[in-house]
């Protein structure tokens, strides 16, 4: 099944593209504008934009540290501080709800 997801930038609309498709296992990501935003700038030069694409390397860490006491080791909204939270953390395996979301809007 394939399903697009937008980031919300009116670019989309005017170029006709998502800023990534999910297609099966794959996700193709597109449109990476190489923002600095510790900065808040954008270089001219387009290969240092590549540059300053974001690095998901450190992903799988940071979800880790950071979400899975809630969210749970799979995504499933059952981690050790889950227990009595009014709303439940989401189950971040849910593709419906997910689908709802942009990769730059988390
Ligand atoms: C202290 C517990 C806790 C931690 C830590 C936590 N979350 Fe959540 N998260 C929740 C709860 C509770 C909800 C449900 C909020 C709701 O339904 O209104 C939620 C919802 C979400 C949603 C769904 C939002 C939506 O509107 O559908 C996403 C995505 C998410 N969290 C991502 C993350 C990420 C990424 C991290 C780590 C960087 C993280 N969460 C850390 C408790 C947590």
């Not at 080791?73 to 593709?95: M, V």
Request: negative net charge; aromatic residues 8%.
């Amino acid at each position: 099944m394939r399903r697009l997801i937008s980031s919300g930038s009116p670019f989309e609309a005017a170029g006709g593209y998502s800023r990534a498709v999910v297609d099966g296992e794959w996700v193709f990501v597109a449109g990476t504008t190489g923002f600095d935003y510790a900065a808040m700038t954008i270089s001219d030069d387009p290969a240092e934009q590549t540059r300053q694409a974001p690095d998901l390397r450190s992903a799988a860490a940071d979800y880790t540290t950071h979400c899975a006491v809630c969210h749970g080791t799979a995504g499933r909204g059952d981690g050790p501080a889950a227990k009595g939270l009014t709303p439940p953390p989401a189950d971040l395996t849910d593709a419906d709800r997910m689908g709802q979301h942009s990769v730059f809007g988390l």
